[in-house]
């Protein structure tokens, strides 16, 4: 019997609130999940008939190796993601991509984006991004965040979640306008600017491109190739994330 569309999409979803990276207390368990997709089970009668709904959905997963419990035996159990490749399930990743553009909806009007990245890094939020790709450093000037083209940082963070290549248009300092094919190593906010880790084209070399110079983005066709080497606390111990300093283009 075919598995209906209702039933792919609501473990999609539910695959998509478990993190792949998390230390186990952040792991959500099925009464942190049925109260995040309460919608999905809202026709069983019953609080104890909705979880044991999501505890069979739950057993799937496990089943087809999509998570795994991190604390056997535990009560109640948690769980986290166990597949890195998952290009090529759309629906997984248009949750993700509505989640990211539900949390900038939510969060960016308020003129800060301190917001956006904490809620982008909770470990159920649906982006699938953990603090290697994502930083905020403090800054004692609580200045606003430089303008970026609207529908940007959503694109940059959908590609940062999905390890995809992004096409974009770029202007650097010297007013030249370049279009590049990037792939996204990591993403960090230092006072009010916003920069994007990624190598350009065929290159090695990561480089640092400021959100507010992008003047289109679209998602590319391909996996963004990963530096050998990079590592961004590495970056930031060195001071390439400083004002002034490191391979900005």
Request: contains cysteine; glycine residues 6%.
């Amino acid at each position: 019997m075919a598995v209906s569309k209702d039933r792919i999409d609501r473990l999609a979803q539910l695959e998509a609130l478990i993190p792949r990276h998390a230390p186990v207390e952040n792991c959500p368990d099925p009464g942190r999940l049925v109260d995040r997709m309460g919608k999905h089970y809202a026709h069983h009668a019953s609080p104890a008939a909705r979880r044991r709904a999501i505890q069979r959905d739950l057993e799937e997963l496990v089943a087809d190796a999509r998570i795994e419990p991190v604390n056997p035996g535990g009560k109640p159990l948690r769980y986290r993601r166990l597949r890195e490749d998952t290009a090529s399930d759309p629906y997984l990743w248009d949750y993700a991509r509505r989640s990211i553009e539900n949390i900038l909806a939510a969060e960016l009007p308020a003129g800060q984006l301190d917001a956006v990245w904490q809620r982008m890094l909770e470990p159920d939020s649906g982006t699938g991004l953990d603090a290697s790709r994502l930083r905020i450093l403090s800054d004692s000037q609580r200045l606003q965040p430089a303008a970026i083209r609207d529908g940007a940082l959503a694109d940059v963070l959908e590609a940062l979640t999905r390890a995809q290549t992004l096409v974009i248009g770029y202007r650097d300092a010297a007013d030249k306008l370049t279009r590049p094919v990037i792939h996204p190593q990591a993403l960090l906010q230092r006072g009010p600017r916003v920069y994007l880790f990624a190598m350009k084209n065929d290159e090695a070399l990561v480089r640092m491109y400021a959100l507010h110079r992008i003047t289109s983005s679209a998602l590319g066709s391909e996996p963004a190739r990963k530096a050998a080497d990079f590592d961004l606390d590495r970056e930031i111990r060195r001071g390439n994330a400083d004002s002034g300093t490191g391979d900005r283009y």
